[in-house]
Nanobody, 127 residues
């Protein structure tokens, strides 16, 4: 049981990519799903979160560093969460991962933990 990320690659500054996070072996629509990234030598950063569609209240969260440039969405029919990334900059270079929030259907500011981590997909922004 895990997520499988895809869609990474090499892109020029100002370019766009769409990452996919497909759930394998379970249904992701019961979970708030998060995108993280980790660059070499840096701490892991939560980039975005989208709440469960079964939650009575729904929300999304974005890190300040990506607000206005990244958009998270989900397609429950495909059991997949997406991260649309526009106006990419060198600072966005990292391995991007997705994971499910362990508790709660709404995106929490400080969740207790995450489950079903994927292996990640590399995003490189370079001229």
């Amino acid at each position: 049981l895990q997520f499988v990320e895809s869609g990474g690659g090499l892109v020029h500054p100002g370019g766009s990519l769409r990452l996919s996070c497909a759930a394998s072996g379970f249904s992701s629509d019961y979970y708030a799903v998060n995108w993280f990234r980790q660059a070499p030598g840096k701490d892991r950063e939560r980039v975005s979160c989208i709440s469960s569609t079964s939650s009575s209240e729904r929300n999304t969260i974005y890190a300040d560093s990506v607000k206005g440039r990244f958009t998270i969405s989900r397609d429950n029919a495909k059991n997949t969460v997406y991260l649309e990334m526009n106006n990419l900059q060198s600072g966005d270079t990292a391995v991007y991962y997705c994971a499910a929030q362990s508790v709660g259907g709404m995106c929490l500011r400080r969740p207790s933990g995450y489950d079903y981590w994927g292996q990640g997909t590399q995003v490189t922004v370079s001229s």
